[in-house]
T-cell receptor, first 112, second 111 residues
């Protein structure tokens, strides 16, 4: 069974903390994506990676960075968390069927 | 700017009724239009998708209608059931490139 797992379902952090969100996929795919989901705004692409150590900015990269040291793992980093980064974060890879994207369960991050 | 515009933001339908969600896009280079279904606490899951070479695709109670000239596509859920209550997202992409998502529609089907 195909899996995209995210390290935490819920996370509460303080303003200014460094936050790591991890995503692991077992599909051996080159491409991985990080989105944030906010009510009324839908899903917005933060960063994506098309190979190990390769990364590309999405539509809203400000305040975020990423790391891809191994093919199966893609990390999203909030260098100094702020309250406006409170959101649902979703990791995705291309679907095994070749159509669409396959999403992880999401991490709901609250920054106080 | 929003590449894909989705409406309505929320929808309430009686059990057995038809739910209709609409999306519009601007980029004529898009060639893949999926719909995703998301239940609370879960990530979005691919529901049904269409390419612009056909005007309609049906899978069970779910149908996508596609109007290439108007740059619009819609999801129809026939015989809506309470179990269909979820958030629905449309999306668009050019093959091999970034996906752009609509803002989502919260569907509630009341018994």
């Amino acid at each position: 069974d195909v899996k995209v797992t995210q390290s935490s379902r819920y996370l509460v952090k303080r303003t200014g903390e460094k936050v790591f969100l991890e995503c692991v996929q077992d599909m051996d795919h080159e491409n991985m994506f990080w989105y944030r989901q906010d009510p009324g705004l839908g899903l917005r692409l933060i960063y994506f990676s098309y190979d190990v150590k390769m990364k590309e900015k999405g539509d809203i990269p400000e305040g975020y960075s990423v790391s891809r040291e191994k093919k199966e793992r893609f990390s999203l980093i909030l260098e100094s968390a702020s309250t406006n980064q409170t959101s649902m974060y979703l990791c995705a890879t291309p679907s095994p069927s070749g159509f669409g994207q396959f999403f992880g369960p999401g991490t709901r991050l609250t920054v106080l | 700017q929003q590449q894909v515009k989705q409406s309505p933001q929320s929808l309430i339908v009686q059990k057995g009724g038809i739910s209709i969600i609409n999306c519009a896009y601007e980029n004529t280079a898009f060639d893949y239009f999926p719909w995703y279904q998301q239940f609370p606490g879960k990530g979005p899951a691919l529901l049904i998708a269409i390419r612009p070479d056909v005007s309609e695709k049906k899978e069970g109670r779910f149908t996508i209608s596609f109007n290439k000239s108007a740059k619009q596509f819609s999801l129809h859920i026939m015989d809506s059931q309470p179990g269909d209550s979820a958030t629905y997202f449309c999306a668009a992409s050019r093959t091999g490139n970034q996906f752009y998502f609509g803002t989502g529609t919260s569907l509630t089907v009341i018994p």
